[in-house]
């Protein structure tokens, strides 16, 4: 199922799950409504109420917004700021009484039963207001998240400007469409659903229609709703609580698990390599400057808090061969893309039908297109390694090898600066591939590094470290070679063929094009190298084989891409089709995540056949089309350790304490987590029968003679049991704070439960 087709294409509003990039003119302040009333209740009203639409007032009435909490109306918090004792709650996944001193909050409003079939809400605002926002929580209290609601519509009252007519309103302004991301039970979130008004929209009444479930319960609910209007620096201003993506070089790197480097012991545990969602093309070849296909090579956020696109368009000429150029659409939602024209380079203008090309051939010339005349840029702050904000951005002058390479503070402004092109910069040197972008900064070796595909094969693809210390002269020394323990089976043969890095968390991550090549076939055009050169000429090794499915997988590097651990890359983190037409027969990325609340994203392209399709392999057809397909995945949770119902504990290397929290990125939904922490000492044997010094990391909690490594108030059992699903969890102490280990080295003792650990970080 396409993932909520069509959902914003009229619309001028952005509708995302959580949260959506702000600048500080976006500042915001809740609106306390003067009355609500709703379709139905399932509880009573007033100032105490329970599960009626009352709590929806007297819940933005009673909003905190330095804690995101609004006490017993619905809202626990924003992640790390919900207290220990109500981490569990609203939940009752086992209970048989809530206990009296930590009762779940009952704020959340619920239909009667047999109300969950076109539910309403109807809001009175104190005065014909300005709208920016409405903040969404769904329902979240489990098991029965059944209630939670799946989409409504919301209405506003136009030019309505009299009190009181709450029930007798005609809403004749804004109408639309929302759905909710399927989030199930979380503690601690920010809103679930993040709804931009159009600028200047203004009402004093606003209802939310059509509400269905996703069922199967015959009741729905929500656990707040918010409205907001733009900031007049009041007690109720959000803007502090509405983060920007943040700048990773001031926030302290995660301790993942895509290898050893943090770990002294972690017997006991699985590492899991953890599969991104599909969901679905969102970027289509459709235009006649497009009929081979689409490749995202960047996507990001515009200082507007919109999303720009610069994606490799290719086209099949009507006289024979192809071309491949520069494209720029733009989007509200990071998932309907527009193409604007902007008359800057010449395309074709007309689509032939082609009986054995998918998308046609391309005829015609004009500029009415959304081609640019420049190579697409790359984030160096977020993914590069790169401190200087005037070197924020790299890009080229232009789509071709060698072409220039600048720096710049901002992506173009395209749409709204006409003398864009002037304003680029100085060239600082050139890159040698115009389809991969200069990716980070080495500053181990001092030194710039991009990855990808290694010229000259046979005998197999690999892949590349090309470097330079001045951005002129580059070298390549360094590759990824398939090696003994991956595939030589003729019949799914392993190669490299195309790496994209990015520099995260400390480490150089790396996404692999997985080539599994098919050596078995008998056409002989499917054996040729890149220069249609038998590969029986001038002595080569090896085959070039062309005919074969390519799949992604992950790798990392701690020396700047030189050395890769490979510990998880022996299976597909994106797995190909299975079919001989799967429409993601071959699977490739080239554009770094975007990161979009607690998700990444990643934009890929796929192609609906193998790779050969144009050497003969297919009878019926002669080419692929390639299109643009987005995957998410919960931030950072390539892989875990996962234990199961027997507790095990990972013992971390002595690790520097740097911050005033100890965070979790963690699913313990199912089971638990406990951490001590412990400094390294000198064990001695009590009657002396050691004669060597030693430090046992493994006496995990009391040795034999009742000693331990762990600290006073840092021990297992002095831990609050962490239960939550959450990338970023507070761990907390009974009776100690993180602070006081300020600057110790200390080890992590982490018992794990039936649950994922997905990594950790001083905060």
Not at 87 to 96: C, F, L
Not at 673 to 684: E, P, Q, S, T, W
Not at 714 to 726: A, I, L, P
């Amino acid at each position: 199922m396409p993932f909520l087709p069509l959902l914003l294409r009229r619309c001028l509003v952005v509708l995302m799950a959580v949260m959506s990039c702000r600048s500080a003119a976006d500042a915001d302040e809740v609106v306390v409504p003067v009355a609500v009333q709703a379709s139905s209740n399932q509880g009573v009203g007033g100032d105490n109420p329970m599960w009626h639409v009352d709590t929806l007032k007297l819940g933005a009435r009673a909003f905190d917004v330095r804690l995101g909490s609004n006490g017993p109306f619905g809202l626990i918090g924003y992640p790390g700021c919900a207290s220990p004792d109500q981490a569990r709650y609203p939940g009752h996944d086992w209970y048989r009484a809530e206990p009296n001193q930590h009762p779940k909050p009952r704020g959340m409003w619920l239909t009667a039963d047999g109300g969950h079939k076109d539910a309403w809400l109807e809001f009175e605002l104190p005065a014909v207001t300005e709208l920016s926002e409405l903040w969404v929580w769904n329902w979240n209290d489990g098991p029965e998240i059944g209630r939670r609601v799946r989409r409504l519509v919301v209405r506003t009252s136009g030019a309505v400007a009299q009190a009181g007519r709450l029930g007798k309103v005609e809403y004749d302004g804004l109408s639309e469409k929302i759905d909710f991301p399927n989030v199930g039970q979380v503690q601690g979130r920010r809103p679930d659903v993040v709804f931009r008004f159009p600028k200047g929209t203004r009402s004093r009444y606003v209802r939310l229609e059509k509400i269905n479930n996703f069922g199967p319960d015959r009741s729905l609910g929500l656990a707040e709703v918010f409205l907001l209007k733009p900031s007049t620096g009041g007690d109720q201003d959000v803007t502090g609580r509405v983060e920007s993506v943040t700048d990773p070089g001031t926030e302290p790197h995660w301790h993942l698990f895509l290898d050893n480097h943090s770990i002294t012991r972690s017997t006991g545990f699985r590492r899991v390599l953890h599969h991104p969602r599909k969901r679905g093309v969102v970027l289509k070849a459709e235009k006649a400057w497009e009929t081979f296909g689409v490749t995202p090579m960047y996507v990001g956020r515009r200082p507007g808090g919109t999303y720009e696109c610069y994606y490799q368009t290719l086209w099949r000429n009507r006289g024979g061969g192809y071309h491949n150029t520069m494209a720029y659409a733009v989007s509200k939602n990071g998932l309907d893309w527009q193409k604007p024209a902007l008359g800057l380079v010449d395309a074709p203008t007309t689509i032939h039908e082609h009986p054995r090309l998918p998308l046609g051939v391309s005829s015609g010339r004009g500029k009415q297109n959304n081609l640019v005349p420049i190579g697409h840029p790359r984030d160096l702050m977020l993914h590069g390694n790169v401190k200087d904000p005037k070197k924020r951005f790299a890009l080229t002058t232009s789509f071709h090898v060698g072409a220039p390479l600048v720096f710049a503070a901002q992506t173009p402004d395209i749409l709204g600066d006409p003398d864009w092109r002037k304003k680029l910069g100085r060239s600082v040197g050139i890159k040698p591939s115009h389809y991969n972008a200069l990716e980070f900064w080495d500053d181990q070796h001092e030194e710039w590094v991009y990855m990808r595909q290694a010229p000259n094969h046979p005998p197999v693809r690999c892949g590349g470290r090309y470097a330079s210390k001045d951005l002129k002269n580059w070298t390549l020394e360094h590759y990824i070679y398939p090696d003994c323990d991956d595939s030589s089976d003729p019949r799914s043969f392993d190669e490299v063929y195309g790496v994209m890095s990015i520099h995260v968390e400390g480490l150089v991550l790396g996404f692999l094009e997985w080539f599994k090549g098919d050596r078995t076939h008998g056409n002989p055009n499917l054996y040729e190298d890149g220069h249609n050169r038998p590969t029986t000429a001038e002595g080569l090794i090896g085959k070039s084989v062309s005919k074969g499915t390519m799949e992604l997988r992950l790798a990392a590097s701690r020396d700047g891409g030189i050395t890769w651990d490979r510990s998880v890359s022996r299976r597909p983190w994106i797995r190909h089709g299975s079919e001989q037409d799967s429409e993601d027969r071959l699977v490739r990325i080239v554009c770094p995540p975007l990161r979009m609340g607690d998700e990444d994203w990643f934009y890929c392209s796929q192609y609906d056949g193998d790779h050969a399709t144009g050497g003969g392999y297919y009878h019926d057809r002669d080419g692929t089309k390639i299109e643009g397909v987005l995957y998410t995945q919960k931030h950072n949770r390539y892989v875990s350790l996962q234990a199961h119902n027997v507790p095990q504990i990972l013992i971390t290397r002595p690790i520097k304490v740097t911050g005033k929290r100890l965070q979790l990125n963690v699913d313990a939904n199912r089971g638990r987590v406990m951490v001590g922490i412990g400094i390294d000492k000198v064990i001695r044997h009590k009657q002396g029968n050691w004669p060597f010094r030693a430090k046992l990391p493994h006496y995990m909690v009391i040795d034999r003679w009742q000693r331990s490594h762990l600290e006073k108030g840092f021990g297992v059992t002095d831990c609050v049991e962490v239960r939550e699903n959450c990338i970023e969890h507070d761990v907390q102490f009974k009776q100690a704070s993180v602070e006081k280990l300020m600057g110790k080295t200390v080890r992590l003792y982490i018992v794990v439960q039936d649950a994922d650990l997905y990594g950790f970080r001083f905060k």
